[in-house]
């Protein structure tokens, strides 16, 4: 069952089927650390925006305008990156197409701040908004 970004959190584990179209990648197309080539995009769907980490591979693959299939994310924080969706060991990004889709750039949920659920620390639950938008990918002008 595929979800809205708007509608994810924060998790430990793959589980997260949900489709976004790429808006924009880093102008610093990428940094090479201990697990290959790693570059952050924006993407969104049309209920909020999110950055997503790319790895090896995915950075090359995937450009602005790209429609893509998440199966089985991740949303966690990643260091150096903040708070990311990704594919994740088990998970996989496909291209569905270059068409177009709705979509929003506001709210980030990259950008919202999350406390641990006081009545289960293994969740998480939203408490503010560092900003509405990326703050990686700032809007234009």
């Not at 990311?84 to 506001?106: N, Y």
């Not at 006081?118 to 703050?135: C, D, F, L, M, W």
């Amino acid at each position: 069952m595929s979800v809205f970004l708007k509608d994810i959190v924060p998790a430990a584990q793959n589980n997260i089927n949900t489709r976004f179209i790429v808006l924009d990648k880093a102008r610093s197309s990428a940094t090479a650390g201990a697990n290959g080539k790693s570059c952050i995009a924006l993407a969104a769907d049309e209920t909020a925006a999110v950055h997503i980490q790319l790895w090896g591979d995915e950075c090359d693959a995937f450009e602005a305008g790209d429609i893509v299939k998440l199966t089985n994310g991740i949303f966690s924080y990643v260091r150096n990156s903040g708070l990311v969706l990704r594919a994740g060991k088990r998970g996989k990004m496909e291209k569905m197409g270059e068409f177009t889709i709705a979509f929003v750039e506001t709210p980030n949920v990259s950008e919202i701040q999350w406390n641990p659920d006081p009545e289960n620390p293994k969740r998480y639950i939203q408490n503010g908004a560092v900003s509405a938008y990326s703050r990686v990918f700032p809007p234009l002008p």
